[in-house]
């Protein structure tokens, strides 16, 4: 079975840029959840998906970061204008639906760089 | 509102010794506990959980951590460190009733001296 995946594992992008992260989960998993890890900081919650909804997005820091999943299947998160400050390794995980819930899988994180 | 306090952003040891990485929650409802390791250039796995029932859970690589209601605490523990334990550990914890939301620790490094 394989595991959830993210695309690109890096990107090095100018400030003012816009740049789209991606994750695939894995097959069948409702859940999917992004994180991010700002250099020296801890891991941080930034939002997640049920099917294709929304349920909590309120680790999101702003209106440049817009995430979607549509059809329920990957993901997207797009930061529009990229600034300094968003740097960092974004995660994406996902877990089923059911008993087994709380337990998440990881994926490798794409390591993002704002110049 | 949930919070993790990793006592130690690095901790050292050297290889056969005792590992002990210390976490401790704040949580006003029911906690689920997680360990995760995240090795050098890759991605977070799940080293162990406590959602229920037993309070000693054993995880993978001989680790294993303690739910103690009573301090707030889930410590991890190896009784013989490898060389190839040498990675960054995260506790985290989430909601048994609502919001699945991972909320983590800091982070502890840990190195393995030959």
């Known amino acids: 079975e394989a595991g959830v995946t993210q695309f690109p594992s890096h990107s090095v992008i100018e400030k003012g840029q816009t740049v789209t992260l991606r994750c695939d989960p894995i097959?069948?998993?409702?859940?999917l959840y992004w994180y991010r890890r700002v250099m020296g900081k801890e891991i941080k919650f930034l939002l997640h998906f049920v099917k294709e909804s929304k349920q909590d997005e309120s680790g999101m820091p702003n209106n440049r970061f817009l995430a979607e999943r549509t059809g329920g299947t990957y993901s997207t998160l797009k930061v529009q204008p990229a600034e300094l400050e968003d740097s960092g390794v974004y995660f994406c995980a996902s877990s089923q639906d059911g008993v087994r819930r709380e337990t998440q899988y990881f994926g490798p994180g794409t390591r993002l760089l704002v110049l | 509102a949930q919070s993790v306090t990793q006592l130690g952003s690095h901790v050292s040891v050297s290889e056969g010794a005792l590992v002990l990485l210390r976490c401790n929650y704040s949580s006003s409802v029911p906690p689920y506990l997680f360990w995760y390791v995240q090795y050098p250039n890759q991605g977070l796995q799940l080293l162990l959980k406590?959602?229920?029932?037993?309070?000693l859970v054993k995880g993978i690589n001989g680790f294993e951590a303690e739910f103690k209601k009573s301090e707030t605490s889930f410590h991890l523990t190896k009784p013989s460190a490898h060389m190839s334990d040498a990675a960054e550990y995260f506790c985290a914890v989430s909601d048994q009733w609502g919001a699945q939301k991972l909320v983590f620790g800091q982070g502890t490094r840990l190195t393995i001296n030959p």
């Open positions: 097959s069948g998993h409702d859940n």
């Open positions: 406590y959602t229920t029932g037993a309070t």
